[in-house]
């Protein structure tokens, strides 16, 4: 990802603190829409954009921390932190945590990623002092208390229960298992019954004390905030909280991946009495930071991202042979996984699979036509500037792109590098990405001679 060149400000404290580093990353037009980032002493980033026409902000917590940097015996570690920070800390219980952001009539919520964690709470403009209090607290003063472990226990429990009643959810866990085995990109985000009823209180504290140090988190607000004030605030909460001890720490820097080890040709199937099969098949893709992704993108709309895709048109709307088909990209620091979803009548998925595996071969060996490239551009843009009409959105964006890249990228930038995809490039990236022998994974009442069939088809 690529940034304009920032311009960079040392303000001294007037009460003697130490120096924090304060950078406009994108001017933004007429103060609307100007990014800033300041660096605290301690290795706190915070990142803001302004939009001084709305009336809500949104503020979040990105931690530098995700499903990938546990080891086997501590899979869902991370998720389950995520849940104990809403507990209770040394100001506030669970309950006044709660209270506080719906009596302002905002909301909060986590969530837990391959490669980070998000803790976030929207709320009116004027709100924006409290939930940085609430947000800072729980961050910063979790009790993590045994009670409160055991307890959580029994409701990450049924979470997994909940998605192990959902095929759909299942098969995507089962395709990352599939690409990368047993390895942290291939475990669930949730963990299992197995490592979830074994994690300890003492583990799951000291995986709190080594990610949730500032220099790996990233504070990001967005609508209609002022940069200065809310340096201020967070400043002040971490430092009430004792968490900005050290003035010569550095942020970490974004995460450059593991080599991880991607796998073709592998089928996984599990057998269970659905409705529908629901089938993924896929093979590696792009990293996050490849210059391939905007084209891959193009390729991905144009494939299987919207209703005149060529997936969505071969197989619901010729054939009818499924309610949901698409494509989809998901990209991480090292590696990435291009994949194609449908779900149909168990009798139907050779068709459906052979009919996905034959447009996936004509568009490697043939390419896009121009006119569904020049459509997919157009889709893709749009899509991109419909995406951030909230404040969540951009707070997303600004809070992802700091810790993942260090840089930001305009909305027009983004536009102008989506539009500036060639149909040469989208046709080089499709033999690149679409000419790998693919893996499968299928779940659904499946008979021992249509298993058979499935492993022959990726052979």
Sequence with gaps: MTSRSPRATARPSSEGRAVARTQTLLPGRDGIGTVRRTTLPGG??????????????????????????????????????EHLLFKGTHKRSALDISAAIDAVGGEMNAFTAKEYTCYYARVL????????????DMLTGSLILDEDVDAERGVILEEIAMTEDDPGDVVHELFAQTMFGDTPLGRPVLGTV????????????????????????????????????????????????????????????????????????????????????????????????????????????ALGGGMSSRLFQEVREKRG???????????????????????????????VLKICRDELHKVASDGLTDDEIARAVGQLSGSTVLGLEDTGALMNRIGKSELCWGTQMSVDDMLDRIAAVTPDEVRQVARDVLDQRPSLSVIGPLKDKQADRLHQAVS
């Excluded at 709190?208 to 990001?220: F, G, R």
């Design 44 to 81: 706190l980033r915070i990142v803001t954009e302004t939009l001084p026409s709305v009336r809500s902000a949104t503020f979040g917590i990105w931690a530098h921390v995700g499903s990938r940097d546990e080891t086997p015996a501590l899979n869902g570690a991370t998720h389950y932190l």
């Design 125 to 136: 403009d004027t709100d924006l002092p409290l939930a940085i209090d609430v947000v800072c």
């Design 194 to 301: 197995d490592t979830v009823n074994a994690l300890s209180r003492g583990q799951i504290a000291r995986f709190y004390k080594k990610h949730y140090d500032p220099t790996h988190l990233v504070v990001a607000a967005a609508g209609n905030v002022d940069h200065a004030t809310v340096v201020r605030q967070v400043r002040r909460a971490f430092e009430k909280a004792g968490a900005l001890t050290r003035t010569d720490a550095a942020p970490v820097a974004p995460r450059d991946g593991l080599r991880t080890l991607r796998t073709a040709g592998r089928v996984e199937l599990l057998n269970r009495k659905t409705e529908q099969a629901h089938v993924v098949l896929g093979m590696p893709g792009l990293a996050r930071t490849d210059e391939r992704r905007w084209a891959l993108g193009v390729l991905n709309t």
């Design 321 to 351: 042979l499924a309610y949901s088909v698409y494509s989809y990209t998901s990209g991480f620091a090292d590696c990435g996984l291009f994949g194609v979803y449908a779900g149909c009548r168990p009798g139907q998925v050779h068709d």
